[in-house]
């Protein structure tokens, strides 16, 4: 144990002090939420601003997924550069500096998810919906990020593939989700924005889970419904990574 | 002995890397391994140390086998790795310290030991800095300085020189002498002659996967020592002077370009004063040396190659 929260925490500050990644990974997406602000019926809800509470939930689940490249840059830095050799000259299995490196990138996922809500809560007033419904939402995205970065990592030749596919799947998922163009009103686009994605599974977990509910349809039923499908999904991936991780030598 | 590699083999491939590799280590000594690039010293370490499986052969450390599952058998061991590897998002105290957990220090002990590495390495005024703000060699000594925190009792350095100043290259000769002094095992592997001349109390040479002599120093020399060079300005050189130095016993060959000879004899032969006394005969000499085989020469003779990349065959 006390070996977990050694390097635990040692990864844990060396994600913080990446500081050009982290600013990057909290201004990029403040700022769309910044500018979103400003778009939308302002009468649709009242005492918050739409463009704000909309875009938020959207924003901090994408760029769950675009944290996944401080992880493996760290994975790939560690694992298979040359301090795998230092590391593995150490009395401990791969498993031992593996699981809190895991660990460390989740909380770091989380704890930047946290910051832009807040920002947009207390700055731009945007709407939290449930606040249960959206740390459940958080936390099971980017524990799915963090599954998606191990996989990307076992499978990957290199960090430049593997930054690569990075960002194929976050800009993909966003795309998909209709985050950054309007997918249409057809029955495929319809269903892609509200269920096809985990970014749209999630979104719509926590704009259904409040005010919002009213102008969508939803309910609290249905952020439930999403919230279990988002959770089958990182089980699934959860079980893929560990037997992955199991056949694959490092 | 506290190490031993019996019959290792190791290939990746078709490579053989490893070939029926025997290597003993002697508890308190600096064993220099040294070979060209390719000779197989990283591979024989990184088996001596467990980090990668032998094909076939035994590796023992501290009385334990060694293997990639053996993790008990690392504890006491301490690898100084030929690429830098060192954390540059921590400072060089919390490097230490992220080290030094591993290996089960903690509390004061850990403090101490930290503080015990900076001061060894000279890194005090460095303590919080990042690696990044380092010159090479200081991120050398700091490389050093993680694998000695948990004091272990074998300590593996693979070429801890590369690529710094000749002051941090000192620095790290001297103190790799004060680690041995303090009853440490160390392996030394380089490709730098004069390291190993310099530190080592026996010597190894690798090539093609196998060590092919071992001993020390002059144990080495002897080996290859059968001829002796001498080289000689003579004032007065002339043809006489040259048939009158074949004649000498023992004298094998003399090769006269102007004024500069070079004669060499049978070691042993005790021909130098016998060649000066005949020089003196003939006007005199203005300058005269006597080469001896160094390790150079013996690695030459033995692999019929330079040490260098930049040497052929």
Not at chain 2, 211 to 229: D, F, N, P, W
Request: charged share 20%; proline share 2%; glycine share 10%.
């Amino acid at each position: 144990m006390r070996n977990f929260f050694l390097i635990f925490l040692s990864y844990v500050k060396r994600f913080f002090r990446d500081i050009k990644e982290v600013v990057l990974l909290l201004v990029i997406p403040i700022g769309l939420i910044v500018i979103n602000s400003f778009f939308g019926d302002a009468t649709l809800l009242e005492d918050y601003n739409i463009g704000a509470s909309t875009n938020m939930p959207a924003f901090m689940l994408a760029f769950q997924f675009f944290n996944m490249g401080i992880m493996l840059y760290f994975l790939f830095n560690d694992f298979k550069g040359e301090m795998r050799w230092r590391l593995r000259a150490a009395p401990h299995s791969l498993l031992t500096f593996v699981l809190p490196a895991f660990v460390a990138s989740w909380v770091f996922s989380l704890i930047i998810g946290v910051v832009i809500v807040l920002v947009s809560v207390i700055f731009l007033n945007a709407y939290l919906g449930n606040v249960l419904v959206l740390v459940v939402v958080l936390l099971i995205v980017s524990l799915m990020a963090s599954f998606i970065s191990m996989l990307i990592f076992l499978f990957a030749k290199n960090f430049k593939v593997a930054n690569g596919l990075v960002y194929v799947i976050s800009f993909g998922l966003m795309i998909l989700s209709g985050f950054m163009f309007p997918l249409g009103n057809s029955d495929i686009a319809v269903f892609m924005n509200r269920f096809g994605t985990p970014l749209a599974l999630g979104q719509r977990a926590i704009m259904y889970s409040g005010q919002i509910n009213d102008l969508l349809g939803g309910g609290m039923e249905q952020s439930i419904i999403n919230i279990g499908i988002l959770a089958a999904i990182t089980l699934v991936l959860g079980i893929v990574t560990i037997v992955a991780a199991r056949r694959i030598k490092i | 002995m506290i190490a031993t590699m019996k019959n290792i083999v190791k290939r990746y491939g078709d490579t053989l890397a490893l070939d029926h590799l025997n290597l003993n280590v002697v508890e308190g000594e600096i064993l220099g391994l040294l070979g060209s690039n390719g000779a197989g010293k990283t591979t024989a370490i990184r088996t001596l140390c467990g980090l990668i499986d032998a094909d076939s052969g035994e590796a023992t450390v501290l009385g334990h086998k060694q293997s990639v599952r053996n993790l008990e058998a690392r504890r006491d061991i301490g690898l100084v790795t030929q690429e830098i590897t060192v954390f540059k998002d921590l400072n060089a105290t919390e490097n230490l310290q992220y080290f030094g957990g591993l290996y089960g220090l903690r509390g004061a002990e850990l403090a101490a030991n930290v503080k015990e590495m900076l001061e060894f390495v000279g890194l005090t005024d460095r303590a919080k800095k990042r690696p990044g703000t380092f010159s090479g060699g200081m991120q050398r000594r700091l490389n050093i300085a993680c694998a000695l925190v948990h004091k272990p009792k074998l300590v593996i350095m693979d070429e801890p020189t590369v690529g710094i100043d000749p002051q941090s290259r000192n620095h790290i000769l001297e103190s790799v002498k004060d680690i041995a002094k303090n009853g440490t095992t160390v392996i030394y592997t380089t490709h730098y002659m004069e390291e190993v001349q310099a530190i080592c109390d026996r010597i190894s040479i690798m090539d093609s996967g196998r060590v092919i002599a071992e001993g020390s120093l002059e144990e080495l020399v002897g080996r290859i020592q059968h001829e002796q060079k001498v080289f000689m300005t003579a004032i007065a050189p002339s043809d006489v002077l040259t048939t009158d130095i074949k004649a000498i016993s023992g004298v094998k060959h003399v090769e006269a370009i102007g004024n500069q000879y070079i004669i060499t004899s049978a070691t042993g032969s005790g021909n130098v004063s016998r060649i000066m006394e005949i020089a003196g005969r003939h006007g005199g000499v203005s300058s005269f040396t006597e080469e001896k085989p160094n390790l150079e020469a013996v690695f030459l003779t033995l692999t019929g190659k330079k040490l260098r990349d930049d040497g052929e065959v």
